[in-house]
């Protein structure tokens, strides 16, 4: 193991803290304060007990992060990929997500994205984002089981600021965005909006037809309208609307061996186009008293998501298999209402600061998807041809929590946290099928059936940090973390029946760490170890030709690592940041079915978890010229992934690989002129493959230049 860490240190890096300072008063040779809200209060990062990352704006800006996928290698032991049609799979320490409940909860503007399909991905406009890794069960409640990921946006401002910015790239890449903000009335109401315009004509050529086969595009909008209208109170209503198009979502080889043999080229028969309508509105309402601050939080998101004619479900040129879903605006759609309330004490130096709250939602997913079976069916073992089985899945679920956490200063360097949360849920599924041959009515081969599960989770925490100096500290820390249980789907399979209940899968994780100032502040380094377990390891199960999602509870896992965040500026204009991950996640149990039986694959890796994550950035920005507003800008990035596998067997795997960016040009606080590079090696490397096979691969070497003005 030390063999691996001394070769990915010598190879690797990574950087991503935040670093808020303000040329007044801090050196330029000097590395600022990063205030962040991982636990739902503003705070110095130095004094929260848990690892948190953050990246503000302006590194944001620097590393031309434009999704939050383009977060993995930054992050330590954060690994992010998906097969295409931009439903992110994210891992944390060997907690991954492998169904459509996410083991990795994202915030955006304080609003829970709940699930893989109303998750809005495209990063504009952006304040901060904070990465906080470990369970965050307490104060985030369900799928904060591996960490959360928070997106925080640009607040309101006293004046009219804006921007504009283009980038523009090799493959047909154009990315446009602006925003702008003002105060509408003096001190009273506020308005803001962003927009975002992306497109790219594809990495990926299907032969079929000789076509660019994933060209995509978005169009996002978002607005918000902050009114103070008393003394302390303030309500904020916050809009965002994105609609995407995929002309060839699922761009995946049938197997690891061609896509890697031949490289960005697909086979594919039935060709559509993805349409995408993602909205998300929240109404917060908050006071900040003298003793005690309050917050409540309404939002609602939707999502609409269908192919316009069926999509190819055999990856291959022949009419086996395609996929049908589009039934009209009443079916494949997910909505969610999400209530919370939260009162804490102010944070003005006394020796206790607690906070309690409520967490509610509601939500609907109905969906009704036909898998057709075309001429060839009977290459894909089907006895007749030219039918469509017919599955419908209506699936509700509600849920309630109270939650309350408390700090409590036992001696002036000597901290102890303590937080408690129970939550309930309650989901229902009611399924149906039938075969439809095209002529007459379909015949039902399965009744409309309906089951109910709901259960019950407790999230505690408990940490100990202890101020060894002014800018040294450690700590200790136990946090749990639940993905809920639920009910599977129907599919063609009679071994698989509907309505089969799994149970919630938890993660209880012990850390400790340092978190630290050295040199007068020109150097910062935060070091962790942890050990997770996770019990009822939920495992998905694809259903073909179904399509179709079947949840397991089968196994139990441990995660062990360590990881670690350097920055440092070692000379005046040149800083140097190195991030670091290593985590060791294998199975204890883990019971699969094979055609002999049930088979323990104990000892086996988890998926989508390389064994290492690191990066090392150099960034020198000298004077241009004789300006004193232009500085140049030479950056360089060294990303390393180290092994990780894809399915739970693990015979499919990508063996360590490195991805080496850079960028340079001119920048100011208004302007920016760059030129950047990413995969500058052009690496081929797999980024995403199913369980059974199909594979997509990371993106090629990309290359572009970046325009900016502020105001």
């Keep these: ?121 495209l990063l504009n406009d952006v304040e901060r984002i904070e990465v906080l890794r470990g369970p965050q069960g307490t104060l985030y409640g369900r799928n904060a089981m591996g960490g959360v990921m928070n997106v925080i946006t640009k607040p309101k401002s006293d004046e009219l600021t804006g921007f504009v910015r283009a980038d523009i790239g090799n493959y047909g890449f154009t990315r446009f965005a602006g925003g702008l903000k003002t105060m509408l009335l003096p001190k009273k109401l506020y308005m803001g909006v962003s927009v975002l315009s992306d497109k790219l004509d594809g990495y990926y050529t299907n032969l079929y037809d000789n076509s660019d086969f994933d060209s995509q595009k978005n169009f996002l909008i978002a607005g918000n309208i902050n009114y103070l209208f008393a003394k302390n109170w303030e309500a904020i209503l916050n809009v965002k609307s994105n609609a995407g198009r995929n002309n060839g979502p699922f761009s995946l080889a049938p197997d690891p061996g061609s896509a890697i043999e031949n490289p960005y080229e697909v086979n594919q028969n039935a060709i559509t186009q993805m349409v995408d309508n993602s909205q998300n509105v929240s109404f917060v309402l908050k006071n900040s008293g003298p003793r005690f601050n309050f917050s409540s939080q309404t939002s609602y998101q939707n999502n609409y998501r269908y192919y316009k004619t069926p999509i190819d479900g055999d990856f291959s040129p022949i009419d086996g298999v395609s996929i049908v879903n589009n039934y009209g605006s009443d079916w494949n759609t997910v909505s969610v209402w999400t209530q919370e309330f939260r009162l804490a004490s102010a944070n003005t130096g006394q020796k206790l600061n607690w906070q309690v709250g409520f967490f509610g939602f509601n939500s609907d997913a109905p969906t009704r998807q036909g898998v057709y079976f075309g001429d060839d069916a009977e290459l894909i073992g089907s006895p007749i041809p030219n039918f469509t089985m017919l599955n419908t899945n209506v699936a509700s679920g509600y849920g309630l929590a109270f939650f309350g956490q408390a700090t409590y200063s036992l001696t002036e360097k000597f901290n ?19 075969l439809d041959f095209g002529q007459g009515d379909p015949m039902v081969t399965q009744p409309d059936t309906t089951g109910n599960v709901s259960y019950n989770a407790i999230s505690p925490k408990l940490a100990l940090a202890y101020q060894l100096a002014a800018s040294n500290e450690i700590y200790g820390s136990y946090s749990r973390g639940f993905r809920p249980g639920g009910l599977t789907q129907i599919g063609s399979d009679p071994s698989n029946p509907p309505l089969f209940g799994y149970d919630p899968e938890f993660s209880n994780n012990f850390e400790i760490g340092s978190k630290n100032y050295f040199f007068n502040r020109r150097m910062r380094v935060n070091v962790s170890a942890f050990i997770t377990t996770i019990s009822d390891v939920q495992v998905p199960g694809l259903i073909l030709p179904d399509a179709i999602v079947v949840t397991q509870n089968a196994g139990d896992l441990t995660s062990t690592g360590v990881e670690w965040e350097i920055n440092t500026i070692p000379a005046r204009n040149v800083s140097l940041d190195w991030s670091f991950g290593y985590t060791h996640a294998t199975f204890d149990k883990l019971m699969l079915p094979s055609e002999s039986g049930e088979v323990d694959y104990a000892g086996n890796r988890q998926i989508f978890t390389p064994e290492l994550t690191s990066m090392i950035a150099a960034q020198w920005t000298p004077q241009f010229f004789s300006s004193k507003d232009l500085t140049w800008i030479a950056r360089g990035e060294w990303l390393y992934f180290g092994e990780q596998f894809f399915n739970l067997e693990n015979t499919i795997s990508q063996n360590a690989y490195q991805i080496a960016n850079a960028k340079f040009g001119v920048v100011s606080d208004a302007v920016e002129l760059t030129f950047w590079a990413k995969n500058i090696f052009n690496e081929t490397y797999i980024d995403y493959a199913y369980s059974f096979g199909p594979a997509h691969l990371g993106n090629p070497a990309t290359f572009g230049m970046t325009a900016m003005y502020k105001f």
């Excluded at 102890?416 to 039938?434: C, F, H, N, P």
């Design 416 to 434: 102890l946290t303590a937080g408690l949360r129970s939550d309930y849920e309650s989901k229902k599924l009611t399924v149906g099928q039938e």
């Design 1 to 121: 193991m030390l063999a691996k860490l001394s070769l990915a240190a010598g190879i690797c890096l990574a950087s991503q803290i935040s670093f808020a300072q303000t040329n007044d008063t801090i050196p330029e040779t000097q590395l600022g304060e990063v205030m962040v809200t991982a636990q739902k209060e503003s705070e110095n990062l130095q004094k929260v007990p848990f690892s948190v990352s953050a990246i503000d704006d302006r590194k944001v800006e620097e590393m031309n992060l434009w999704q939050t996928k383009d977060l993995r290698g930054y992050i330590p032991n954060l690994y992010s990929s998906n097969p295409g049609d931009n439903r992110n799979v994210i891992s944390i320490r060997g907690i991954t997500t492998t169904s459509y409940e996410p083991a990795v909860a994202t915030y955006v503007d304080g609003v829970n994205q709940f699930g893989l399909d109303t998750y809005f991905f």
